[in-house]
């Protein structure tokens, strides 16, 4: 099986233009997750609408492909990119140009997603800690949640908290039961990528602005890989700032 790594990276950002490209320790943004990816995938490719993105990427050598800016989500972007780049490519991954630190392991947990013949999509989740902080991460609309079947598949994504924990102060629920916050990296068989671009959006993805319930609405599973590692997504300069902390202490 053949995969393909793509990274949909767009210049235009209402938090922060020009994100891909902002510079950290040397290497712009769009730089390190390319060479995150790159650590686990023979096959790695930038989606971009913005011609300084990709001279960027040509610049550290890397592989670039200019798509449409009529694309509505990075999956639109994505599958443009598959169609030009990925010829011969069974699965391909969409790594998010803003999470400089994923990991190379998190990308194999995916991957081994489709030893099973009968995934369609795949996606990661994390348990949230016991310790966790209730207000800023479990009840935090900004990091979705997700419920998960016996069988490793979402049943259903929220940016509300889920399960509802019947009998217990919801200062209890961490420690009382597992919850599961999603990690926004998908991998698609390219059949499925290209039929769920061409699905109309949906009352559920609309009421939550979560695009994966579009898919769960329309029948389609999505088969979750469990990571314990944390990523750190880009939205703001203060974010970034952040991140350059953690980079200086990583590489110290």
Not at 47 to 71: C, N, P, Y
Request: hydrophobic residues 35%; proline residues 5%; contains cysteine.
């Amino acid at each position: 099986m053949k995969f393909i790594g793509i990274i949909p990276a767009r210049y235009a950002s209402t938090r922060f233009p020009g994100k891909p490209l902002a510079d950290m320790q040397g290497k712009p943004m769009i730089q390190r997750v390319y060479e995150q990816a790159s650590r686990v995938l023979d096959l790695v490719c930038v989606a971009t609408d913005d011609l300084r993105i990709e001279a960027a990427v040509k610049a550290f050598g890397g592989r670039v492909v200019m798509t449409s800016d009529q694309h509505k989500s990075g999956t639109d972007r994505c599958y443009e990119a598959f169609t030009k780049a990925g010829k011969g490519c069974d699965v391909i991954i969409n790594i998010q140009g803003d999470e400089p630190f994923i990991q190379p392991e998190q990308i194999e947990t995916l991957k081994t997603c489709f030893a099973d013949a009968s995934t369609e999509i795949a996606t990661l989740v994390k348990p949230f800690g016991a310790d966790d902080d209730f207000e800023t991460k479990l009840f935090n609309p900004n990091t979705p949640k997700v419920v998960l079947n016996k069988q490793g598949e979402a049943l259903y994504f929220s940016r509300s908290v889920i399960p509802y924990l019947r009998g217990k102060n919801y200062t209890e629920w961490l420690s009382n039961h597992t919850y599961y916050k999603h990690i926004g990296m998908y991998a698609y068989r390219a059949d499925v990528l290209k039929a769920i671009t061409a699905l109309p959006q949906s009352p559920l993805e609309l009421a939550e602005s979560l695009e994966q319930l579009r898919w769960i609405e329309n029948g389609y599973k999505i088969k979750t890989g469990i990571t314990h590692q944390e990523t750190i997504g880009i939205d703001t300069p203060e974010d970034l700032e952040k991140a350059l902390n953690l980079l200086t202490k990583t590489d110290s």
